[in-house]
Nanobody
């Protein structure tokens, strides 16, 4: 599967952004989908994941209550709604696909990655 992320940009602290990821070339509904981010000098980390059917989600404590992941299997898309953004949310955001079932995500669980989209939150 090929993934293409979009929707990044510059936003003020407290604002919102919605990232989207389009999937091509394979059966989208067969993949667990995740969003990750990587800030300069830091390791890539998960910010959310969603099960194949979209009924179960996972969020780390750092974004819980602020970020919402969703998917539309008919449109082969996964989205990340980010609210109450903070300067520490500044990073390159990546969507990723896993052949495995949903579980607390780690990078090694995800076999396919999009190209990343920059999110910058100004204070």
């Amino acid at each position: 599967v090929q993934l293409q992320a979009s929707g990044g940009g510059l936003v003020q602290a407290g604002g919102s952004l919605r990232l989207s990821c389009a999937a091509f070339g394979s059966t989208f509904s067969s993949y667990t989908m995740g969003w990750f981010r990587q800030a300069p000098g830091k390791e890539r980390e998960s910010v959310g994941a969603i099960s194949r059917g979209g009924s179960s989600m996972y969020y780390p404590d750092s974004v819980k209550g602020r970020f919402t992941i969703s998917r539309d299997n008919a449109k082969n898309t996964v989205s990340l709604q980010m609210n109450s953004l903070k300067p520490e949310d500044t990073a390159v955001y990546y969507c990723a696909a896993s052949r495995d079932s949903l579980r607390p995500p780690t990078i090694r669980d995800y076999q396919y990655w999009g190209q990343g989209t920059q999110v910058t939150v100004s204070s």
